[in-house]
């Protein structure tokens, strides 16, 4: 594969009298009989030229594929081609994940992720754009926070490895279209307002400065296909292959938002939508991400509630795989009802909070929290996350009927995202988010955004291949499917109103039952 960027060791002819050829030419005649043309030369390259190709005839010149020409992105004296490096970045609504990778060998030397900081002014991306309309100023504060939290990761890859990440010749960027708005300071409420046409579909390339980085290199944007699928899926895609295949595939990134794409190398349809935070454990007074002290799993035996943490400290809440357990095992076990109702006579730890005026599943008690108060999920929050489980399994259902396919009939599907890889799949079909098929069907993987960001790195034929599928999906909007909200209603039920649909769920209740 073709790297998209490239170390080349020249061995120049100094000039002479007789020969007074520029710095610039020298460099450039022997690039061009290398194969490297046309190259450009920024002006801070040009800036180093001088004394530094007098002082050496033996140079590396460090460039990036910009598509239709080279450019150079350092020059140093010596060999240096034993240290190439580069970053690939999934830049997610809520987390924000940077991969260092040896461009030499192909591997992935040090990954770090964090909060995006702008989670500071709303979880959900709508919270977001509508601060930055209060105020033309709030432009800016999204964007300062998204490069700190850009910042906070180059440094804590420069820590953990000693590479100063800050001069890697290119950064490759995967996210939403609403996120990379946000990185370009551009209106961001094009996205969410009819037509739905954004601002930017198609990026490219950007110098490190120009966004506000201290970063050297180019910055490659992944293209968008509409303002709901954005690079993150196109760079998914990549990875996936789903395009090429003669089986008929779904991929599903869920998370806070969830994007779908449905296909194979005859055709291929996407949509996407809202999923909310709930998958991610942002709901409940309790919810929380997937860090140390979060309820992780949770299993009910003969009525004995018993979960692990992160960490396996005393808890301080539940993050999403957890939650996904606890609204299955209580399914299973009687504690709720197929409407997600809380039965207070299934268990002495279903109990009436006079505060809030509604039932709630005790979860920790006080003597098992490490706050010393016991942890619970509310009525109120079953009732947020049936919404939230039904926004996912109706995107499904629709995208597959715009299709004309049931889903009996897909050969794969792939999972995508935070959720997925942390969440066990059988409680996620128990509360019908995805739909009941053979398990062998199902393949989770956790990060589709950051693989694609990768493969760019070490294959530059993949920039046309992801310009030619943002260019050729077809994308659905479901809100203009007249019955969404109707089949939403239906699909509010666990694991829904028509429970044939789930036969395996439909065998395991009628187990339960009978044991019982």
């Not at 991929?251 to 939508?273: C, K, P, Q, S, Y």
């Not at 991610?280 to 949770?298: K, L, T």
């Not at 997600?340 to 003597?367: F, H, K, M, N």
Request: proline letters at 5%; one cysteine or more.
């Amino acid at each position: 594969m073709a790297l998209l960027s490239e170390k080349v060791f020249l061995q120049l002819t100094p000039p002479t009298e007789d020969a007074p050829i520029s710095d610039q030419r020298r460099i450039q005649l022997a690039l061009q009989d290398l194969g490297y043309a046309p190259v450009e030369f920024p002006l801070p390259i040009l800036g180093k030229l001088y004394p530094l190709c007098r002082d050496n005839n033996d140079l590396t010149v460090t460039l990036v594929f910009r598509e239709t020409e080279w450019v150079i992105t350092d020059l140093e004296a010596g060999d240096r081609r034993a240290h190439h490096y580069a970053l690939a970045v999934d830049y997610g609504s809520t987390t924000v994940v940077m991969r260092l990778v040896d461009l030499n060998a192909g591997t992935v030397v040090a990954e770090e992720k964090a909060v995006n900081r702008q989670t500071d002014f709303g979880t959900d991306i709508l919270t977001r754009i509508t601060y930055t309309l209060e105020d033309p100023d709030h432009v800016q504060v999204l964007h300062r926070a998204t490069i700190e939290t850009f910042q906070d990761l180059l440094a804590r890859l420069y820590e953990q490895t000693g590479i100063d990440t800050s001069l890697c010749p290119v950064m490759t960027v995967s996210g939403n279209t609403t996120m990379i708005h946000f990185l370009l300071r551009l209106n961001t409420w094009t996205v969410f307002a009819a037509p739905f046409a954004p601002v930017c579909s198609d990026p490219g390339f950007f110098w490190g400065q120009e966004l506000g980085l201290d970063f050297s290199g180019l910055v490659y944007i992944l293209p968008a296909a509409s303002n709901y699928i954005g690079g993150d899926i196109i760079s998914g895609l990549l990875v996936l292959g789903i395009h090429k295949k003669e089986e008929t595939c779904l991929f599903f990134d869920i998370g806070t938002n969830g994007e779908l794409v449905l296909g194979n190398r005859d055709w291929i349809l996407a949509g996407a939508g809202a999923a909310g935070p709930a998958l991610e454990g942002y709901i409940s007074r309790f919810g929380m991400r997937a860090q140390a002290g979060a309820i992780d799993s949770v299993a009910i035996q003969q009525d004995k509630l018993r979960f692990t943490t992160i960490g396996g400290a005393k808890p301080v809440g539940i993050c999403g795989s957890g939650i996904i357990d606890l609204m299955a095992q209580m399914r299973i076990n009687g504690w709720i009802d197929a409407a997600g109702q809380l039965t207070p006579s299934a268990s002495d730890r279903i109990v009436y909070l006079e505060e809030e005026q509604e039932y709630a599943a005790v979860y920790a008690p006080a003597s098992e929290s490490a706050t010393e108060t016991p942890l619970y999920f509310s009525q109120t929050d079953i009732g947020q996350y049936l919404d939230t489980k039904a926004a996912a399994y109706t995107m499904v259902e629709c995208l597959l009927e715009t299709a004309g396919i049931s889903p009996e009939q897909l050969d794969k599907v792939y999972l995508s995202g935070a959720f997925p890889a942390h969440s066990d799949l059988e409680s996620a079909i128990t509360i019908g988010i995805f739909p009941d098929l053979p398990r062998d069907r199902y393949h989770c993987i956790a990060n589709t955004s950051l693989e694609g960001a990768q493969l760019l790195l070490l294959d530059r034929s993949k920039l046309k291949e992801a310009r030619e599928l943002a260019s050729n999906l077809y994308c659905v909007q479901f809100a203009s499917i007249p019955d969404f909200l109707i089949r939403m209603q239906a699909a509010k039920f666990i694991p829904h109103t028509d429970i044939n649909r789930y036969p395996s769920v439909r065998e395991r209740l009628q187990i339960k039952e009978h044991h019982s």
